[in-house]
């Protein structure tokens, strides 16, 4: 992969990163778009949640994109299942706060 290719999909990694971490130390949940404030028993919950969900995809993003380079396109595939059950499953966790 190129190295351009390289810096950009690990700078989308950095940024999920650091927006994970902000759901989880500013517990600020409302840059969640379709959410009733109002709704939600548990803001921090929601907010540890979903940003310890953010942070770990980002972390991956750049492992994936590191791993990629000897792999191939293999390991985004496998990246792209593990994401779209991840997320399913993550549906879950957020029923649970609202």
């Known amino acids: ?57 980002g972390f991956l993003v750049i492992v994936v994109v590191l791993i990629s380079e000897w792999t191939g396109l293999v390991i985004w595939v496998i990246f792209a299942v593990l994401v779209s059950a991840s997320s399913i499953l993550m549906l879950g966790v957020i029923k649970k706060y609202v």
């Open 1 to 57: 992969m190129e190295t351009n290719k390289v810096i950009l999909i690990s700078l989308v990694g950095v940024t999920l990163i650091i927006l994970g971490l902000r759901f989880i130390l500013k517990k600020s949940i409302t840059i969640i778009k379709d959410y009733d404030q109002s709704t939600i028993e548990d803001k921090e919950g929601l907010a540890k949640a979903i940003g310890l969900y953010v942070t770990i995809i």
